[in-house]
């Protein structure tokens, strides 16, 4: 499976962003899916995941009530809507893709294909 995600950009702290992630070349219901970010310097985190059916979605601590992961089958779309974002949202996003039958893993080295990144700058 092929993955693009696109949708960052410059926002105000407080703002709210969108990120996309659009799949191709495989059976998106077969996927699990996750985000991830990367900062200048810092290591790959988890952000969020989701598994097939969208019945499980776990959240970093960090995001937790601010970002939602969702996904749409009949565009072989993900989302990761993030609101009241902080300057320390600042990253590289990542979405990720794994084929599974459970729940979906929070960690980077699970993940057998990666979307390009799309850039999330928050100002102060």
């Known amino acids: 499976v092929q993955l693009q995600a696109f949708g960052g950009g410059l926002v105000q702290a407080g703002g709210s962003l969108r990120l996309s992630c659009a799949a191709s070349g495989g059976t998106f219901s077969s996927y699990v899916l996750g985000w991830f970010r990367q900062a200048p310097g810092k290591e790959r985190e988890f952000v969020a995941a989701i598994s097939r059916t969208g019945g499980s979605a776990p959240y970093a601590d960090s995001v937790k009530g601010r970002f939602t992961i969702s996904r749409d089958s009949a565009k072989n779309t993900a989302y990761l809507q993030m609101n009241s974002l902080k300057p320390e949202d600042t990253a590289v996003y990542y979405c990720?893709?794994?084929?599974?039958?459970?729940?979906?893993?929070?960690?980077?080295?699970?993940?057998?294909?990666w979307g390009q990144g799309t850039l999330v700058t928050v100002s102060s």
């Open positions: 990720a893709a794994k084929r599974s039958l459970y729940y979906p893993p929070t960690f980077h080295t699970e993940y057998d294909y």
